[in-house]
């Protein structure tokens, strides 16, 4: 079992940025594609960018243009920058393994309000 850890949510105004990490309790990175997904209230989970092992990203519509998925291998780290907020952005954002999710973790909050 690995244990994620999320963080850099926050509240930010629309058009701002945040940028959010993830950590993993072990060496998990350099073998599996990672990826951030997010849970609005009242809805499924969805993903939102991935990252492969060979460095290649993929990116939501949504979200095409605006965020960035980033990882360091050597520091179990997976982030994922995000700008031009908008409110529809708000959710719980939690980073885990693609396409087999481990457990999830706390996730990180994102609210986008003026």
């Known amino acids: 079992q690995v244990r994620l850890v999320e963080s850099g949510g926050g509240l930010v105004q629309p058009g701002g940025s945040l940028r959010l990490s993830c950590a993993a309790s072990?060496?998990?990175?350099?073998?599996?594609?990672m990826a951030w997904y997010r849970q609005a209230p009242g809805k499924e989970r969805e993903r939102v960018a991935l990252s492969t092992i060979d460095g290649g990203t993929n990116y939501e519509n949504f979200v095409k243009g605006r965020f960035t998925i980033s990882r360091d291998n050597a520091k179990n780290m997976v982030y994922l920058q995000m700008n031009s907020l908008k409110p529809e952005d708000t959710a719980v954002y939690y980073c885990?393994?693609?396409?087999?999710?481990?457990?999830w973790g706390q996730g990180t909050q994102v609210t986008v309000s003026s």
């Open positions: 885990n393994i693609f396409p087999y999710p481990d457990t």
């Open positions: 072990r060496t998990i990175f350099s073998s599996k594609p």
